[in-house]
């Protein structure tokens, strides 16, 4: 697997200490079949990134396809900014849940 480190790392550790957020093809990330039957086959997984930190399922939609964040939605992934501030990380007081985000999307249980 081939990844490197987000461009954007100071910031997302600001916003989420205990993440560590890589660039990967999506092929690469082994994302659940169910996630990747709803990504459009005009989106090449072999070409398109994914920027998430895989150990803790967290997908950083700025960095991220948008149709490949309309694929998670509703699965077991978490948007960043919902993680730190609904999610897990929110727990952990990184932040408060009054910055959000707005338009993240809401996580399915």
Not at 20 to 42: C, N, T
Not at 43 to 59: A, P, R, W
Not at 73 to 102: I, K, L, Q
Request: glycine share 8%; with cysteine.
């Amino acid at each position: 697997m081939s990844y490197k480190t987000c461009p954007e790392w100071p910031a997302l550790m600001v916003l989420a200490p205990d993440l560590q957020f890589k660039h990967m093809f999506v092929r690469d990330a082994h994302l659940p079949f169910e996630v990747v039957a709803q990504i459009p086959g005009s989106v090449s997984l072999d070409v398109v990134e994914i920027c998430c930190d895989l150990d803790h399922h967290v997908v950083n939609a700025a960095h991220t396809h948008p149709d490949v964040v309309a694929a998670l939605a509703g699965s077991h992934w978490y948007e960043v900014n919902e993680w730190a501030t609904t999610g897990p990380g929110a727990d952990r007081g990184t932040r408060g849940a009054d910055e959000g985000s707005p338009g993240a999307a809401p996580h399915a249980a």
